[in-house]
Nanobody, 120 residues
Framework: VQLQASGGGLVQVPTGGSLSLSCTASGNIPSVNVMGWYRQAPGKQRELVAA???????TGAESLKGRFTITRHSANATVHLQMDSLTPEDTAVYYC?????????????WGHGTLVTVSS
């Protein structure tokens, strides 16, 4: 499974602005999976931003609900993360993630991180 993210990179977003990230999975995609986004800010641990199951059930950081929205297009294995009212504290490398279960084991795939920079 390969995960290709887009929407971040060299773009700087001003405080209060919005940005959308997308991630598309390709390859031998398991039929049952959860796709989502994690982020890692400088000097901090990687944390879950939001995740979504094939039936549209979502989960994520409580502190981000209301500003970050995750949606999914299962037909093409794509997830979108809409980020609104961004603050400098949202500056981080964002990673796309696909998780599935193989037997009793959790299997995770990661995309290359995409940098999101919010300027003050």
């Amino acid at each position: 499974v390969q995960l290709q993210a887009s929407g971040g990179g060299l773009v700087q977003v001003p405080t209060g602005g919005s940005l959308s990230l997308s991630c598309t999975a390709s390859g031998n995609i398991p039929s049952v999976n959860v796709m989502g986004w994690y982020r890692q800010a400088p000097g901090k641990q990687r944390e879950l931003v939001a995740a979504i199951s094939p039936d549209g059930t979502t989960t994520g950081a409580e502190s981000l609900k209301g500003r970050f929205t995750i949606t999914r297009h299962s037909a093409n294995a794509t997830v979108h993360l809409q980020m609104d009212s961004l603050t400098p504290e949202d500056t981080a490398v964002y990673y796309c993630n696909l998780a599935t279960v193989r037997g009793l084991d959790l299997k995770e795939y990661w995309g290359h991180g995409t940098l999101v920079t919010v300027s003050s």
